[in-house]
T-cell receptor
Framework: GENVEQHPSTLSVQEGDSAVIKCTYS??????FPWYKQELGKRPQLIID?????GEKKDQRIAVTLNKTAKHFSLHITETQPEDSAVYFC??????????FGTGTRLTIIP | DGGITQSPKYLFRKEGQNVTLSCEQN?????MYWYRQDPGQGLRLIYY???????QKGDIAEGYSVSREKKESFPLTVTSAQKNPTAFYLC???????????FGEGSRLTVL
């Protein structure tokens, strides 16, 4: 089955700087890659996703890039703000296969 | 307020007792899921249901059971066979299988 590795497990950045979280996947058939954000004490929520027919997708300060050859994808957050502090999960799936999540990255924005 | 409701939020049980966690959704979603969240281990899939009256095992189904008798409801029973049941449990639903997941607020189970 699919295996998703996520790095780093913790990340601290100064407010205003950029943050990058990376994930690698094992199944070359995977074609759907969502990212979920879980703020402290709250439920995870989808923040952005990408499908394998594109290499990059942006939504305001967040972007996701996909390298299908290397089987990795990354979340980029620019101009970080205190409300970006949360745990971020990447995931991967294809077709009717279940979604497999990474182990999460705890992002802390330092004021 | 539409969405997914999990209950109870906190639950304490003695070792050897079965426990049932409730999950109800009013989003008219076909698919529902149960995840277990442990520190440093991400979200691991316990069971999922793509449609009413049907469900499949996820990655860590041993010691758990589910039912899907109604579209709105997907209860999870943590049985005494689950060796390490203390955890945070999240229920989710999606319009169809592998669509955007909408999560409940979670249930924290502590087995004493």
């Amino acid at each position: 089955g699919e295996n998703v590795e996520q790095h780093p497990s913790t990340l601290s950045v100064q407010e205003g700087d950029s943050a990058v979280i990376k994930c690698t996947y094992s199944d070359s058939a995977s074609n759907y890659f969502p990212w979920y954000k879980q703020e402290l004490g709250k439920r995870p929520q989808l923040i952005i996703d990408i499908r394998s027919n594109v290499g990059e997708k942006k939504d305001q300060r967040i972007a996701v890039t996909l390298n299908k050859t290397a089987k990795h994808f990354s979340l980029h957050i620019t101009e970080t703000q205190p409300e970006d502090s949360a745990v971020y999960f990447c995931a991967a799936s294809w077709g009717n296969e279940k979604l497999t999540f990474g182990t999460g990255t705890r992002l802390t924005i330092i004021p | 307020d539409g969405g997914i409701t999990q209950s109870p939020k906190y639950l304490f049980r003695k070792e050897g007792q079965n426990v049932t966690l409730s999950c109800e959704q009013n989003l008219n979603h076909d698919a529902m899921y149960w995840y277990r969240q442990d520190p440093g281990q991400g979200l691991r899939l316990i069971y999922y249901s793509q449609i009413v009256n049907d469900f499949q095992k996820g990655d860590i189904a041993e010691g758990y059971s589910v039912s899907r008798e109604k579209k709105e409801s997907f209860p999870l029973t943590v049985t005494s066979a689950q060796k390490n049941p203390t955890a945070f449990y999240l229920c989710a639903s999606s319009i169809n299988f592998n669509g955007e997941l909408f999560f409940g607020e979670g249930s924290r189970l502590t087995v004493l």
